[in-house]
């Protein structure tokens, strides 16, 4: 239901970039904009019967995640609408706001889809892992007659398949410790499902208690594990900052869908105190440097980063203001750009206080 949303609306965004690029015609987006109205209007359909058919409890402690998917369903109209401005007016400014919200919305469907029903999960408990509550209601139906023994197994296959890929996936990221301790708990719970898909497909229930109890295990050792992997991956990038990469790793997946403004907001309040004690501590480097001619560079190369930052932070603050995709991008160069200045800057004040050490050292002697 989603995911066939979404195929529309990734048509519908390459068409879009087509225009822009002057490569198709304007007219060309008509049809794909009704295809994705309709898309959207079957997704939300199914949602809201989804949400209707929640229990009172459960229904309460979901809310949040009911809000958001509506937003988001109320946010892609919009950029719909400006689509379909777009055809009748021929305004180019318009179809750039067109396609920022594309491209905001276009994933934040199947992500809101899957937030909301991972939430319904752990409200319906007994645990905190969705998944692993999945798993529970299989094996409850099968022993009480309600569902065959395959709908577990199937349940079981896709955590087995997850693991899989997962694994996969890691074996191209960074060999960082983090990343190695996760793979190492992925190979784990790919283990544990294929032995409780053994005891499933052999109708042994005790088996399958005890494997439901160890994948259990499992399911709880890669959360935490997987915060620190990807900590340390989004640490990685151009920047010699980690702090900064982790800065950019995060705008980049927010540009995507995949995170919220308030996880960058987070990270940027973190960024801020630690370039302005950089840029003091700089100021007394000036100050008392006594060899001041040999580090104008580094100290107009760190006047430059810190002015650098500041213009990263107006374009940030602009982007969280109204959501415009090319401040955030802007932003993130300039913190990478000023990030590598200050860099500079710090060693060439390093290097040359180094120098005027082993000169002294060689007086000495």
Same mark, same amino acid.
């Given at each position: 239901?989603?995911?066939?949303? #979404?195929?529309?609306?990734?048509?519908?965004?390459?068409?879009?970039?087509?225009?822009? %690029?002057?490569?198709?015609?304007?007219?060309?987006?008509?049809?794909?904009?009704?295809?994705?109205?309709?898309?959207?209007?079957?997704?939300?359909?199914?949602?809201?019967?989804?949400?209707?058919?929640?229990?009172?409890?459960?229904?309460?402690?979901?809310?949040?995640?009911?809000?958001?998917?509506?937003?988001?369903?109320?946010?892609?109209? !919009?950029?719909?609408?400006?689509?379909?401005?777009?055809?009748?007016? %021929?305004? !180019?400014?318009?179809?750039?706001?067109?396609?920022?919200?594309?491209?905001?919305?276009?994933?934040?469907?199947?992500?809101?889809?899957? #937030?909301?029903?991972?939430?319904?999960?752990?409200?319906?408990?007994?645990?905190?892992?969705?998944?692993?509550?999945?798993?529970?209601? $299989?094996?409850?139906?099968?022993?009480?007659?309600?569902?065959?023994?395959?709908?577990?197994?199937?349940?079981?296959?896709?955590?087995?398949?997850?693991?899989?890929?997962?694994?996969?996936?890691?074996?191209?990221?960074?060999?960082?410790?983090?990343?190695?301790?996760?793979?190492?708990?992925?190979?784990?719970?790919?283990?544990?499902?294929?032995?409780?898909?053994?005891?499933?497909?052999?109708?042994?229930?005790?088996?399958?208690?005890?494997?439901?109890?160890?994948?259990?295990?499992?399911?709880?050792?890669?959360?935490?594990?997987?915060?620190?992997?990807?900590?340390? #991956?989004?640490?990685?990038?151009?920047?010699?900052?980690?702090?900064? %990469?982790?800065?950019? %790793?995060?705008?980049?997946?927010?540009?995507?869908?995949?995170? !919220?403004?308030?996880?960058?907001?987070?990270?940027?309040?973190? #960024?801020?105190?630690?370039?302005?004690?950089?840029?003091?501590?700089?100021?007394?480097?000036?100050?008392?440097?006594?060899?001041?001619?040999?580090?104008?560079?580094?100290?107009?190369?760190?006047?430059?980063?810190?002015?650098?930052?500041?213009?990263?932070?107006? $374009?940030?603050?602009?982007?969280?203001?109204?959501?415009?995709?090319?401040?955030?991008?802007?932003?993130?160069?300039?913190?990478?750009?000023?990030?590598?200045?200050?860099?500079?800057?710090?060693?060439?004040?390093?290097?040359?206080?180094?120098?005027?050490?082993?000169?002294? $050292?060689?007086? $000495?002697?």
């Amino acid at each position: 239901m989603a995911t066939e949303a #979404v195929e529309k609306k990734k048509a519908l965004i390459e068409v879009i970039t087509e225009v822009l %690029n002057g490569k198709a015609q304007g007219s060309d987006l008509a049809p794909l904009s009704e295809a994705a109205r309709q898309e959207l209007a079957t997704a939300r359909q199914g949602f809201e019967g989804s949400a209707s058919s929640l229990s009172p409890a459960v229904a309460e402690r979901v809310q949040p995640f009911v809000d958001k998917a509506r937003q988001v369903f109320m946010g892609y109209d !919009h950029a719909l609408d400006l689509v379909d401005e777009y055809v009748k007016s %021929n305004d !180019h400014n318009v179809l750039v706001q067109a396609a920022e919200h594309v491209s905001r919305f276009s994933t934040q469907i199947n992500l809101a889809f899957q #937030v909301y029903r991972d939430a319904v999960l752990v409200a319906e408990g007994p645990s905190e892992i969705p998944n692993y509550n999945l798993i529970l209601i $299989c094996i409850k139906e099968w022993r009480d007659g309600s569902s065959p023994v395959e709908k577990l197994r199937v349940m079981v296959e896709r955590e087995r398949l997850m693991a899989k890929a997962t694994m996969d996936a890691l074996d191209k990221e960074p060999k960082l410790p983090e990343v190695l301790e996760l793979r190492k708990a992925f190979e784990k719970h790919l283990e544990s499902a294929t032995k409780l898909s053994v005891a499933a497909r052999d109708g042994n229930q005790s088996a399958v208690d005890v494997e439901a109890d160890k994948i259990r295990e499992t399911f709880q050792s890669i959360g935490p594990l997987r915060a620190a992997a990807e900590t340390a #991956v989004r640490s990685q990038g151009d920047s010699p900052s980690g702090l900064v %990469n982790l800065v950019v %790793n995060t705008g980049r997946r927010l540009s995507r869908g995949e995170a !919220h403004p308030k996880e960058l907001a987070g990270l940027l309040d973190q #960024v801020r105190p630690v370039i302005r004690s950089a840029e003091a501590q700089f100021e007394v480097v000036t100050k008392a440097a006594t060899d001041a001619e040999r580090l104008n560079d580094a100290f107009e190369g760190a006047r430059k980063a810190f002015a650098t930052y500041d213009e990263a932070f107006k $374009c940030f603050d602009q982007f969280f203001e109204g959501h415009y995709l090319n401040r955030l991008e802007r932003g993130m160069q300039l913190l990478v750009e000023a990030s590598k200045l200050q860099y500079a800057a710090e060693q060439r004040v390093l290097d040359v206080q180094e120098r005027q050490g082993k000169v002294s $050292c060689m007086k $000495c002697g």
